[in-house]
C-alpha cells in the first residue's frame, strides 16, 4: 500500500498551490499529488484572461472592499461573504508571491503589473500575462514542486476516495500506463480536481473536466453543494464553442447582433459589454431567439476591428490564433462569430474557509478538504465574475495547504482494507470488460451530453427539467448496456472515458435536481416559470446527495457579513 502524510489529488492551480504550501510549511512532510493528466496538462493552462487582486496599479481608488462588494453582487448575493472577504483580503499578497515565484505577469509602462478591466469589477483590476495567464502561472507552480522534490503520480487516475466512520483515509488509484491499481492510505487528502464542463455538448472546457471529484465525494456519501448554478460564457467561439476569453472585451470589443445593433444597452446600460457572463449569456439567448442573431443564426458578432492590429497581437495574441486556428478568421479584418458555451462549475464539494470538507449543514469530514474548482467555499455563489477562478484556486488552494500541514502533525495514517479495496477495483473492472451490450461509450456520452444541454441550459423550467431527468434515468440505466471494445491494460482510454462518463452522469443528476427544486432564478439559474429570484424562499445553499433512487435535496444557510441583498443593476 501506498502512504503519504499528505494526498493532493489534482495538478492544475490549486493543487499545486496547496502543495507548495504544504512544503513551504514543512519541507519534510511526505507528499503525494496525482493526476490523471500531466500536471501541466491541467485545464488550469488553459486560463486566458487574468487573475483579480486590488494591486491598484491602475486605479488607485479601489479597495478589497469595493472587491469583495464586485463579488458579492455578482453571486446574486448567494456567496458566504465571510469567505469573499477572505478572498479578496489576501488577493494581492498571492499575487506578489507568485510575482516573486517568477510569474511574467504583463507590465505597465512604470514597470507594475499591469491590470485590465473584466466583467463586474467596478475598477482595471485583473492582472495577466497577455491572454496566457494560466499558463504563466501553473508553469512556475509546477517548477516549484519539483524544485522540492515533490512526488508526482502523473497520469494517475484515482477511481475512489475511501471515507469511514466520517474519515477520509484513502484513494483507490489506477496507473494509466500499465493497468494496475494501488490503494493510497494518508493523514489528509485534497481533492483538487477541477470542473465538469464535459456534461455538457458545448463547451470552453478541456475533455479531461468529468467531474471525478465530486462524483467520488457524492458516492462516499457526502454532499454536493449548489450543483444547479452552472456558468455560461457568453463567448464561445461559434460553432466550436472554444473559449474567446473575456479579456477581448475588457479590452474594448463590441458584441454586435444581426441588425448591426450593440445590443448589451438593452440590457446592462451602465456595463454594456463588461456586463457579468450571465447577464451577457441571456443577452445573447434573447437575441437570438427574438431573430436578431447574424444571418438569422443562433450567434452574434464580437467584433475587435476597432482595437486595431497592434493591440490585438500584443494583448490578445491566443484569442487571435483561436479564431484563425478553428474558422480561419483574421479578428484584425473580420468580427468573430460567438454564443454561449458552458464554462465553469460554481458549485462544488462543500467546504469552509479552511477548505475543510462538510459533511451536512452542520458537521466536517476528518482528514479530507477540498479546493480549486471542484470545491464551493462559496465565493462565486449564483455567478463567478471573471478572473475570481484562478484567484480562488491561489487563495484557497494556499490555505488548504497550510491548514493540512497543521493537521497532520501528531496524527498517524488510518487503517485501510487493501486486499478488499483491489478486490472490489478489479471487479469493478472485469465487469465493464464482460458486459454485452449494444452501445459505444461515445454513443451514449453524446445522447448524455444532449440531454442536459437541452433540458438544463441556459433557460429551464419544471416542464422540461422533470422529462430530463426522467430520460437522464433511462440513460443512466444504459451504462450496463456499453460495449468496451479495449480490453487491454496499457493504456485503456476507453475504460477511464467509461468510468468518467459513470462520473458526468452521477454529476448531471445533482445538477438537475437541484435545478428542479430551485424554484426562483438567481445569477446562472434562469427558470422561465419562476422569473425572479426569491430571498424569503431560497436565499440558501442547496445540498445534494446521490442515493441508490435518486437525488436528495437538503439546505444550508448562507452567511452574510457586510452587504445585505439588494436588487441588481449594471
Ligand atoms: C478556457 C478557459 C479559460 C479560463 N480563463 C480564466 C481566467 O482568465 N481567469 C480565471 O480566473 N479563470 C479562468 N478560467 C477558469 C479557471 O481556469 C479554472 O476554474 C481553474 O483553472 C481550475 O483550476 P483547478 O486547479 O481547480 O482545476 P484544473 O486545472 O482543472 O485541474 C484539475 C486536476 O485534477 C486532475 N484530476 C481530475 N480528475 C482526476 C482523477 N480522477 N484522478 C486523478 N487526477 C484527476 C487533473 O488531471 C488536473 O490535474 C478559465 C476556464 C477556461 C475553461
Not at 486556428?325 to 458552458?342: N, Q, S
Not at 458537521?363 to 467555499?377: K, N, Q, R
Not at 493537521?407 to 487493501?418: A, F, I, K
Amino acid at each position: 500500500m501506498l502512504e503519504h502524510d499528505i494526498a493532493i489529488v489534482g495538478g492544475g492551480l490549486a493543487g499545486c498551490r496547496a502543495a507548495l504550501e504544504v512544503k513551504r510549511y514543512n519541507p519534510d512532510l511526505n507528499l503525494a499529488v496525482i493526476a490523471k493528466t500531466h500536471p501541466i496538462r491541467s485545464h488550469s493552462v488553459a486560463a486566458q484572461g487574468g487573475i483579480a487582486a486590488t494591486l491598484k496599479n491602475v486605479d488607485s481608488e479601489d479597495s478589497w472592499e469595493t472587491h469583495a462588494f464586485d463579488t458579492v453582487k455578482g453571486s446574486d448575493y448567494l456567496a458566504d461573504q465571510d469567505a469573499v472577504e477572505l478572498l479578496t483580503k489576501e488577493a494581492p499578497n498571492v499575487i506578489y508571491d507568485l510575482e516573486h515565484l517568477g510569474v511574467l505577469f504583463s507590465r505597465l509602462e512604470n514597470g507594475t503589473i499591469a491590470q485590465r478591466a473584466f466583467g463586474g469589477h467596478t475598477y482595471q483590476r485583473t492582472c495577466y500575462a497577455a491572454d496566457k495567464t494560466g499558463h504563466a502561472i501553473l508553469h512556475e507552480l509546477v517548477s516549484s514542486l519539483l524544485r522540492y522534490g515533490t512526488k508526482i503520480y502523473d497520469e494517475w487516475y484515482v477511481t475512489r476516495l475511501v471515507v469511514e466512520d466520517n474519515v477520509a483515509k484513502g484513494l483507490v488509484m489506477y496507473e494509466q500506463s500499465t493497468g494496475h491499481f494501488e490503494v493510497l492510505r494518508a493523514k489528509a487528502i485534497l481533492f483538487a480536481t477541477g470542473g465538469y464542463g464535459r456534461v455538457f455538448n458545448t463547451t470552453s472546457n478541456d475533455y479531461s473536466c468529468t467531474g471525478d471529484g465530486l462524483a467520488m465525494t457524492a458516492r462516499a456519501g457526502l454532499p454536493l453543494q449548489d450543483m444547479e448554478f452552472v456558468q455560461f460564457h457568453p463567448t464561445g467561439l461559434y460553432p466550436v464553442g472554444v473559449l474567446i476569453s473575456e479579456a477581448v472585451r475588457g479590452e474594448g470589443a463590441y458584441l454586435i447582433n444581426g441588425e448591426g445593433d450593440r445590443f448589451m444597452a438593452s440590457y446592462a446600460p451602465k456595463q454594456m459589454e463588461l456586463a457579468p457572463r450571465d447577464i451577457t449569456s441571456r443577452a445573447i439567448v434573447s437575441e437570438v431567439r427574438a431573430g436578431r442573431g447574424v444571418e438569422g443564426g443562433t450567434f452574434v458578432h464580437l467584433d475587435l476591428r476597432h482595437l486595431g492590429e497592434e493591440k490585438i497581437h500584443q494583448r490578445l495574441p491566443f484569442c487571435w490564433e483561436e479564431a484563425h486556428r478553428h474558422l480561419g478568421i483574421d479578428a484584425v479584418k473580420e468580427p468573430m462569430p460567438v454564443r454561449p458555451t458552458i464554462h465553469y462549475s460554481m458549485g462544488g464539494i462543500p467546504v469552509n474557509t479552511d477548505c475543510q470538507v462538510r459533511n451536512g449543514a452542520q458537521g466536517l469530514v476528518e482528514g479530507f478538504f477540498a479546493a480549486g474548482e471542484t470545491s464551493c467555499v462559496s465565493v462565486h455563489g449564483a455567478n463567478r465574475l471573471g478572473s475570481n477562478a484562478l484567484l480562488e484556486c491561489v487563495v484557497y488552494g494556499r490555505r488548504a495547504g497550510y491548514k493540512m500541514a497543521a493537521y497532520v502533525e501528531g496524527r498517524s495514517l488510518p487503517s485501510l482494507d487493501e486486499k478488499k479495496l483491489l478486490e472490489e477495483a478489479e471487479r469493478d473492472r472485469a465487469q465493464l470488460f464482460e458486459q454485452q451490450g449494444n452501445y459505444r461509450l461515445e454513443q451514449l456520452r453524446r445522447k448524455f451530453q444532449d440531454c442536459m444541454t437541452t433540458y438544463c441550459g441556459v433557460y429551464r423550467s419544471e416542464e422540461l427539467m422533470t422529462e430530463g431527468l426522467e430520460r437522464l434515468a433511462e440513460l443512466r440505466a444504459q451504462l450496463t448496456e456499453v460495449r468496451l471494445d479495449d480490453r487491454g491494460k496499457v493504456w485503456n482510454t476507453e475504460l477511464t472515458e467509461a468510468w468518467e462518463l459513470r462520473n458526468l452522469m452521477a454529476v448531471g443528476s445533482a445538477i438537475m435536481t437541484g435545478a428542479l427544486h430551485r424554484q426562483e432564478s438567481r445569477g446562472a439559474h434562469s427558470r422561465e416559470d419562476f422569473p425572479t429570484r426569491d430571498d424569503p424562499n431560497f436565499l440558501k445553499h442547496t445540498l445534494a446527495y446521490l442515493k441508490e433512487d435518486g437525488v436528495m435535496i437538503e439546505y444550508r444557510p448562507v452567511v452574510i457579513t457586510r452587504f445585505e441583498p439588494k436588487e441588481r443593476k449594471y
